[in-house]
């Protein structure tokens, strides 16, 4: 690294020779990037209840002890996982107690799959009262003391002959002295078709969803959880895409509590990682992916201006260089003195104009 540095020096006329004792300083600032997936498992049984025959609950794996029951760990524990059992011999089909067959009596017709409907309605000509017939007011007796008023106006309608006292010129001409009109809903019959049952005078049990059974278990579930952290040291911001882009990351991966971290790893970063590896309560498996990046940070002392990152990429010891801090503050020194004696001379220009 030291010799891929002192090259990237040379090109600006600086001949140094960095392996030498003292002519530089390296510290390592090496980057991680660590992703800890587990998959917890966890198990659980309860008393099941579906309607119908279900094919599908019968065809499900079954166990007897739920908690010794043996599953294998998961292929990818970054994957959710959930298995469906059921208790050996649990499976049943009970009758629904709510029905016959999957059908109940119709609670709206009480079974007769029809409702009752008034055979007759009032006139709407003459409302069905005694306007009617002025000689028998609607009853077919015509009154003892003679027509009553005639209550219409001069351009009133017609009457008609009563279809009961026979009178002419005396009845409503809709009703013809009968008051009432047949029901057009259910044409004098007096009966209409139950809108519940459609007139079967049964209908579906919802509760069984019309099958007239039950299939009742004992069911379980193991399921395995994805549970996810990250362990990091990512590199300064001002050489990051350098890094992420060309960088030759070392990756390991550990897939059990006993294999060993990298032995090319910082103690720090092993410490970092150390502390996240402890087997969990309920873990069946684990992917531990580990990415790091060796990151040297040089300084020469023959070229104070610069400070220079080395990090190994696919086509050798990559170089990047940085200005120093000194040579930031440098600059901005003499970038303020230089404001500071602009303002000087306008000042000296505005005393002289006056
Ligand atoms: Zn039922
Ligand atoms: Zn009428
Ligand atoms: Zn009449
Ligand atoms: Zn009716
Ligand atoms: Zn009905």
Redesign the pocket.
């Known amino acids: 690294m030291l010799q891929a540095v002192g090259q990237h020096v040379a090109r600006h006329g600086i001949s140094v020779l960095l392996t030498s004792p003292g002519a530089a300083d390296l510290s390592w600032q090496s980057l991680l990037d660590c992703r800890i997936v587990r998959s917890i498992e966890e198990r659980s049984e309860r008393e099941m209840r579906a309607t119908g025959r279900r094919r599908d609950i019968a065809d499900r794996p079954t166990y007897t002890d739920l908690a010794s029951h043996p599953v294998d760990p998961p292929a990818d524990p970054g994957t959710p996982h959930r298995l469906e059992l059921v208790r050996e011999g649990s499976l049943e089909e009970v009758a629904c107690e709510g029905c016959e067959a999957g059908r109940r009596t119709c609670a709206r017709c009480t079974g007769n799959g029809r409702l009752t ?3 007759f309605v009032p006139c709407d000509g003459c409302g069905g009262g005694i306007d009617a017939c002025w000689e028998c007011d609607g009853t077919g007796r015509p009154r003892r003391r003679g027509r009553r008023t005639d209550p219409r106006p001069v351009d009133g309608p017609q009457r008609a002959r009563c279809s009961r006292c026979h009178r002419a010129d005396a009845a409503c001409p809709k009703c013809l002295g009968k008051g009432r009109m047949d ?1 057009s ?2 044409r ?1 019959t ?1 009966f ?1 078709e139950c809108s519940a049952c459609r007139g079967a005078g049964r209908v579906r049990h919802t509760e069984c969803a019309g099958t007239g059974l039950f299939t009742t278990w004992t069911g379980a579930v193991i399921s395995h959880t994805p549970d996810a952290r990250k362990v990091e040291e990512p590199a300064p911001l001002y050489i990051r895409p350098a890094t992420d882009g060309a960088g030759d990351w070392r990756r390991t991966i550990l897939t059990s509590a006993t294999d060993k971290l990298p032995d090319d790893l910082e103690p720090a970063h092993r410490a970092m990682i150390d502390r996240h590896l402890a087997v969990s309560k309920n873990e069946v498996g684990r992917r531990v992916t580990i990415r790091h990046l060796p990151l040297a940070r040089v300084t020469a002392h023959a070229d104070p201006d610069r400070v220079y990152f080395a990090f190994p990429s696919s086509t050798g010891i990559k170089v990047l260089e940085r200005p120093s801090k000194q040579r930031v503050v440098r600059f901005s020194a003499i970038a303020s003195t230089t404001i500071a004696v602009a303002v000087l001379l306008l000042l000296l220009v505005v005393v002289v104009l006056n």
């Open positions: 409907c008034d055979r029901c809903v259910c004098a007096g209409v």
